[in-house]
């Protein structure tokens, strides 16, 4: 009769064990973790990500930097990379900040391939500079608004940033603008 039993089979009773769940199966979806390690510099990961439209600008950008009225130093020149990082992280930061109210990557000046409407209407392509708050607890300023995080904001000529509490003041001119 041994023969005809089976053992762990269906008739075990009350006691029995639940079935294995099915093995499991491999996903192939996008976990973001590809895009974490190629969006890392030093070993730190960033925070942005150049949107699609990103370009180096066709023109001679320059960020002039003011404390208290005078002119520090000497412009950056904005037209080697299609974006720059502002912030205190040394090891990443485009552009430093040294003031404590400003975040390690507070924010990015990003240049974009975009469609606006000439004179006539018609779709014009350029290279236009952008502002993005990167989610920082003290803010970024464009002409003395503080402006929405996560969000691009377009610069124009003259326009002036702050970021955090800083009194440093950022105004961005072009080669073609006169001083």
């Given at each position: 009769?041994?023969?005809?039993?089976?053992?762990?089979?269906?008739?075990?009773?009350?006691?029995?064990?639940?079935?294995?769940?099915?093995?499991?199966?491999?996903?192939?979806?996008?976990?973001?973790?590809?895009?974490?390690?190629?969006?890392?510099?030093?070993?730190?990961?960033?925070?942005?990500?150049?949107?699609?439209?990103?370009?180096?600008?066709?023109?001679?950008?320059?960020?002039?930097?003011?404390?208290?009225?005078?002119?520090?130093?000497?412009?950056?020149?904005?037209?080697?990379?299609?974006?720059?990082?502002?912030?205190?992280?040394?090891?990443?930061?485009?552009?430093?900040?040294?003031?404590?109210?400003?975040?390690?990557?507070?924010?990015?000046?990003?240049?974009?391939?975009?469609?606006?409407?000439?004179?006539?209407?018609?779709?014009?392509?350029?290279?236009?500079?952008?502002?993005i708050d990167l989610g920082t607890v003290n803010?970024?300023?464009?002409?003395?608004?503080?402006?929405?995080?996560?969000?691009?904001?377009?610069?124009?000529?003259?326009?002036?940033?702050?970021f955090g509490m800083s009194t440093r003041e950022?105004?961005?001119?072009?080669?073609?603008?006169?001083?």
């Amino acid at each position: 009769d041994e023969e005809h039993m089976q053992y762990g089979g269906p008739d075990d009773g009350p006691g029995k064990a639940p079935p294995a769940p099915p093995p499991e199966q491999p996903s192939f979806g996008l976990s973001g973790k590809l895009a974490a390690e190629t969006n890392k510099v030093n070993g730190v990961e960033l925070k942005h990500q150049p949107p699609p439209d990103a370009a180096k600008p066709d023109k001679k950008w320059r960020l002039y930097v003011f404390k208290d009225g005078s002119l520090q130093d000497e412009p950056f020149y904005l037209h080697r990379l299609d974006h720059y990082l502002f912030g205190r992280d040394i090891n990443i930061a485009d552009v430093m900040c040294a003031h404590p109210s400003i975040s390690k990557q507070h924010a990015v000046l990003q240049f974009r391939r975009t469609d606006k409407p000439d004179e006539f209407g018609l779709p014009k392509s350029a290279v236009r500079p952008y502002l993005i708050d990167l989610g920082t607890v003290n803010g970024t300023f464009l002409n003395g608004e503080r402006i929405e995080a996560l969000r691009f904001y377009e610069l124009l000529v003259k326009d002036t940033i702050k970021f955090g509490m800083s009194t440093r003041e950022y105004v961005l001119l072009h080669e073609d603008v006169a001083d």
